[in-house]
């Protein structure tokens, strides 16, 4: 019921060993400029209690990331007013594409990936996780993904 991307869009291997770039499961920092966090965007099954979610990337800015780091292992930190971010994954089975699209994140408690809230556009992805998915697009969303046929991206 999710799929997950390991690393932002624009991350790219070679970034591994410079200095200034990190890539852990939950952070990613590329040259010491651009700032990203997990998160999960959640779009509810329609008829039943169940959640499928895409863990996905969102940037941040220099002030949100630092914010949201040093409260990393904070209790209460789900109280944090939403970070606003941009959609840092693209999510193939999508057209327009799902990079830059606006979000806002928010925290949950520790342990817990963030909530990324997409902005309540007309994009297909925004529109799931307001109104939800069929248990079909559930299956239809785990066939691409186990069985990609290639295509544009």
């Known amino acids: 019921m999710n799929y997950s991307a390991a690393a932002p869009y624009v991350w790219d291997p070679s970034f591994a060993d410079a200095p200034d770039c990190l890539l852990s499961s939950d952070q990613c920092v590329i040259n010491g400029q651009h700032y990203f966090v997990k998160g999960l965007v959640e779009i509810p099954v329609i008829g039943s209690d169940e959640v499928f979610s895409w863990g996905v990337w969102a940037s941040l800015s220099r002030e949100s990331f630092?914010?949201?780091?040093?409260?990393?292992?904070?209790?209460?930190?789900?109280?944090?007013?939403?970070?606003?971010?941009?959609?840092?994954?693209?999510?193939?089975?999508?057209?327009?594409?799902?990079?830059?699209?606006?979000?806002?994140?928010?925290?949950?408690?520790?342990?817990?990936?963030?909530?990324?809230?997409?902005?309540?556009?007309?994009?297909?992805?925004?529109?799931?996780?307001?109104?939800?998915?069929?248990?079909d697009r559930v299956r239809e969303i785990a066939e691409s993904i186990l069985h990609p046929t290639g295509g544009n991206s």
């Open 66 to 135: 630092a914010r949201m780091a040093d409260l990393w292992d904070t209790p209460g930190r789900e109280a944090e007013t939403p970070y606003f971010g941009w959609l840092s994954t693209d999510l193939p089975l999508y057209s327009p594409s799902t990079v830059n699209l606006k979000t806002h994140v928010h925290s949950r408690p520790v342990g817990d990936r963030p909530f990324i809230e997409l902005e309540p556009t007309d994009h297909p992805l925004a529109v799931e996780q307001r109104t939800g998915i069929t248990p």
